[in-house]
């Protein structure tokens, strides 16, 4: 669920949550459901004993991570929402996701979330993110199908959040977003940060869906930067 813990986790004690259903947490897709995620992070704090978490979240993650921050204010001193739909009710974002559900079908994971320089200046850092999907068991050990309509299913209208939540988010809050992510645009994120008290956008120029991969030194600056001015000032 967190980006870039490797370089934050030489100043700051870093988790990385393998989502249910992905990477090693091989789950039955019945369990793909938000309260379950939201439990599954809760128990994992609650077993590391932390009682104050920022969260970083990708994608996913940050859809996730806006769950926490509503649900466990108390716990929440911070949340870095990194090209992340969040799973909220905004009409063009949902008009993306169902575009390319019908167009990009036989598209590679790369091609469709990776922005342009990334492709054509780290070709070979492109061809390592395309390998993600093999680490991910409900990707390639069940039918695409199944795995398609999972997904889909989170994002059933009864499945998401209204717009007007996100001002009652009380934590500090960073969206970062690609310049060229092909799901969230600059504007939607903009429009976030309008609700959220303690907020602000970074837009991180060229990159796609996956700016903590595709510009990490820039990525990194901002994370740090806002964690410590934000959440853990010295």
Excluded at 144 to 169: F, I, N, T
Excluded at 189 to 200: F, G, N, P, T
């Amino acid at each position: 669920m967190t980006a870039g813990s490797r370089h934050i986790s030489k100043r700051y004690t870093c988790i990385t949550a393998d989502i249910r259903c992905f990477g090693r947490s091989a789950a039955r897709l019945t369990e793909f459901q938000w309260p379950q995620l939201l439990q599954d992070v809760q128990q994992l704090l609650e077993q590391e004993k932390i009682e104050r978490v920022a969260i970083v979240g990708q994608s996913l993650g940050g859809m996730i991570g806006l769950r926490m921050a509503l649900a466990h204010p108390a716990l929440v001193a911070g949340f870095i929402a990194s090209d992340t739909s969040l799973s909220i009710d905004h009409p063009e974002m949902l008009q993306r996701i169902r575009d390319r559900q019908i167009t990009q079908k036989a598209v590679t994971v790369e091609q469709r979330s990776l922005g342009r320089w990334f492709l054509e200046n780290e070709p070979e850092k492109a061809a390592l993110y395309a390998q993600i999907n093999h680490f991910n068991p409900s990707a390639h050990s069940l039918p695409p199908e199944q795995w398609g309509q999972a997904l889909a299913d989170m994002m059933r209208p009864d499945a998401l959040l209204p717009m007007d939540v996100l001002g009652d988010v009380k934590c500090p809050t960073l969206f970062v977003v690609g310049s060229e992510d092909p799901i969230v645009p600059v504007s939607a994120m903009q429009e976030a940060a309008e609700l959220v008290a303690d907020s602000s956008v970074a837009v991180v120029q060229d990159a796609g869906h996956s700016a903590y991969s595709e510009k990490p030194a820039e990525y990194n600056k901002l994370a740090l930067s806002f964690l410590e001015r934000c959440v853990y000032p010295r």
